[in-house]
T-cell receptor, first 109, second 113 residues
């Protein structure tokens, strides 16, 4: 079966760095996505990786290793507004998105 | 403002009733999707449409139906609601052939009693 694993909850301190991991087992691979979802709101797109390596976008970076079935989202200089759930999703061979349950990130002052 | 509009934002419904969740987008995206989101679970695809006039079943289609008469509208119908359909429903769209970035509506919170 297809599976996306990510931690349920993480806590970090304002101004610090946090890494949210995602491991996947899917039938085929056509890219990995990270979305941010604030409580009570819709998910919004953060990043897309299809090749191995690091993609940097401001304070957020996303890494992919296809051979290991592994990705992480790195958030630097954490701000209180980064408190949200972070969803990992993989596009399989049928171009359908398989979603992880999300990681709730709690930022403490 | 361009985007996806869902209605209603919230609804309480008696079991056995029929309910239609509306979704309209003005981005001229070909592909549209309906997801449900439940606590502790990832987003699960209910139905999708790659282009106007076509629809397909997702991971959890039972008890739901959709139609795609035109590019902009993609309503989701619960023919006879059951309590297990209590959930938050998200409509989304994407450009066909894109990297797959989805644009989501604000969600419809449905409670079936």
């Amino acid at each position: 079966g297809q599976n996306i694993d990510q931690p349920t909850e993480m806590t970090a301190t304002e101004g610090a760095i946090v890494q949210i991991n995602c491991t996947y087992q899917t039938s085929g691979f056509n890219g990995l996505f990270w979305y941010q979802q604030h409580a009570g709101e819709a998910p919004t797109f953060l990043s897309y990786n299809v090749l191995d390596g690091l993609e940097e976008k401001g304070r957020f970076s996303s890494f992919l290793s296809r051979s290991k079935g592994y990705s992480y989202l790195l958030l630097k200089e954490l701000q209180m507004k980064d408190s949200a759930s972070y969803l990992c999703a993989v596009m399989d061979s049928n171009y359908q998105l398989i979603w992880g349950a999300g990681t709730k990130l709690i930022i403490k002052p | 403002i361009a985007g996806i509009t869902q209605a209603p934002t919230s609804q309480i419904l008696a079991a056995g009733r029929r309910m239609t969740l509306r979704c309209t987008q003005d981005m001229r995206h070909n592909a549209m999707y309906w997801y449900r989101q439940d606590l502790g679970l990832g987003l699960r695809l209910i139905h999708y449409s790659n282009t106007a006039g076509t629809t397909g079943k997702g991971e959890v289609p039972d008890g739901y139906s959709v139609s795609r008469a035109n590019t902009d509208d993609f309503p989701l119908t619960l023919a006879s609601a059951v309590p297990s359909q209590t959930s938050v429903y998200f409509c989304a769209s994407s450009e066909a052939g894109s990297t797959g970035e989805l644009f989501f509506g604000e969600g419809s919170r449905l409670t079936v009693l």
